[in-house]
């Protein structure tokens, strides 16, 4: 029998209900981005290089000043987290405003690169370490790319898929099916598969039959919610997602770090780092705890090395506190690889 508490939970969970009007102007806000996505589907590819970086920057000046309450927890985020390497307003809105022009660059490169042949994608994106995910595949259960929402991260699935590597994304799907679909078809055609993340029962089935098929599962672990493992992130303490941790311990999967940064001439290059070594006692609950730890020092790590490429909306005010007596963070305890 589910006790008080936890029958209160399942009623805060619950979502509420949605009027027609609601439903009706949802539907209304999808066709428009479905309609719009798929004119910047058939488009984009076909312009010239200046006229895609036109369109970026001037998206990216424009939301940046429309989405002005983004802009603002973002900046928070990143005085709590690297104020005394941005001591100042000034420097910090500098990385803020190249942070947001990397998040709409993402956006133009991620539809520009759907219909690219695939030798020219490879072409394009180098990848750094490859001989660190062939190593965890040889092992044949499988590989966690553990990755945040760092560069252009929606790249990775369609980069590795190029290099005939097979690879599966879990994504959250929007609410509207035929928008979901279509999301699915264009993943299909670069090359990715698609575990939703929701219901859980069913992601988790869909999770497991990709890794024992050996396939590359990308999980984007910075979303730091309320039901989490705390962890010290950035000095703050946050709940870190508890599945990446799990899922390795409960299949014996390889769990390594997968980013996609550009450097200064905007080439992108997808860095691969080494299999973490898990922290495995036999006690559960502790494995987990203390292994969501590693990579979150992992995630902080590579952050730390390209914050102007990560958006800053990982953590709410709200949901991370400095840590009591903690010591300005001068570093990153590299962990065990």
Same mark, same amino acid.
């Given at each position: 029998m589910p006790s008080p508490r936890e029958k209160k939970l399942r009623r805060l969970k619950k979502p509420p209900k949605r009027g027609p009007v609601t439903v009706a102007f949802d539907g209304f806000r999808y066709r428009v981005g479905e309609y719009?996505?798929?004119?910047?589907?058939?488009?984009?590819?076909?312009?010239?290089?200046? *006229?895609?970086? /036109?369109?970026?920057?001037?998206?990216?000046?424009?939301?940046? @000043? /429309? !989405?002005?309450r983004y802009r603002s927890r973002m900046e928070r985020n990143l005085e709590l987290a690297m104020g005394s390497e941005f001591p100042t307003r000034s420097e910090r809105m500098n990385v803020l405003r190249r942070a947001?022009?990397?998040?709409?660059?993402?956006?133009v490169e991620t539809v520009f690169f759907m219909h690219l042949p695939r030798p020219r994608l490879v072409s394009l994106? %180098?990848? &750094?370490?490859? =001989?660190?995910?062939?190593?965890?595949?040889?092992?044949?259960? @499988?590989?966690?790319?553990?990755? *945040?929402?760092? @560069?252009? $991260?929606?790249?990775?699935?369609?980069?590795?898929?190029?290099? @005939?590597? %097979? $690879?599966?994304?879990?994504?959250?799907?929007?609410r509207d099916r035929r928008f979901a679909d279509m999301m699915d +078809?264009?993943?299909?055609?670069?090359?990715? *598969?698609?575990?939703? %993340?929701?219901?859980r029962r069913d992601a988790?089935?869909?999770?497991?039959k990709a !890794?024992?098929?050996?396939?590359?599962?990308?999980?984007?672990?910075? =979303?730091?919610k309320s039901g989490g493992v705390p962890v010290e992130f950035f000095g703050l303490d946050s709940p870190a997602p508890r599945g990446?941790?799990?899922?390795?311990? +409960?299949?014996?999967?390889?769990?390594?770090?997968?980013? /996609?940064?550009?450097?200064?001439? &905007?080439?992108?290059?997808?860095?691969? &780092?080494p299999e973490i070594e898990l922290i495995e006692t036999g006690d559960m609950e502790a494995d987990v705890a203390a292994n969501t730890a590693v $990579?979150?020092?992992?995630? =902080? +790590?590579?952050i730390r090395r390209h914050p102007e490429q990560w958006n800053w909306l990982g953590f709410k005010r709200a949901d991370s506190r400095p840590r009591k007596n903690a010591e300005p963070a001068q570093g990153v305890e590299e962990p065990n690889a």
């Open positions: 719009c996505l798929r004119g910047f589907v058939n488009v984009l590819p076909r312009l010239p290089a200046r *006229a895609l970086s /036109m369109l970026t920057g001037a998206t990216s000046r424009a939301t940046f @000043g /429309m !989405l002005w947001w022009r990397n998040f709409a660059q993402c956006l994106v %180098a990848i &750094d370490g490859e =001989e660190h995910l062939k190593r965890a595949l040889a092992k044949g259960k @499988g590989v966690i790319a553990l990755s *945040a929402h760092l @560069g252009n $991260f929606t790249t990775i699935g369609p980069r590795l898929a190029a290099s @005939g590597y %097979a $690879f599966t994304a879990i994504v959250k799907q929007p +078809r264009y993943r299909a055609d670069a090359g990715v *598969a698609t575990v939703s %993340a929701k219901p988790a089935r869909g999770v497991l !890794l024992r098929a050996n396939h590359v599962v990308l999980v984007i672990a910075d =979303e730091f990446p941790a799990t899922l390795a311990l +409960r299949t014996g999967a390889a769990v390594v770090p997968m980013y /996609m940064t550009r450097d200064a001439a &905007d080439r992108l290059t997808l860095h691969v &780092d $990579f979150t020092r992992h995630l =902080e +790590r590579i």
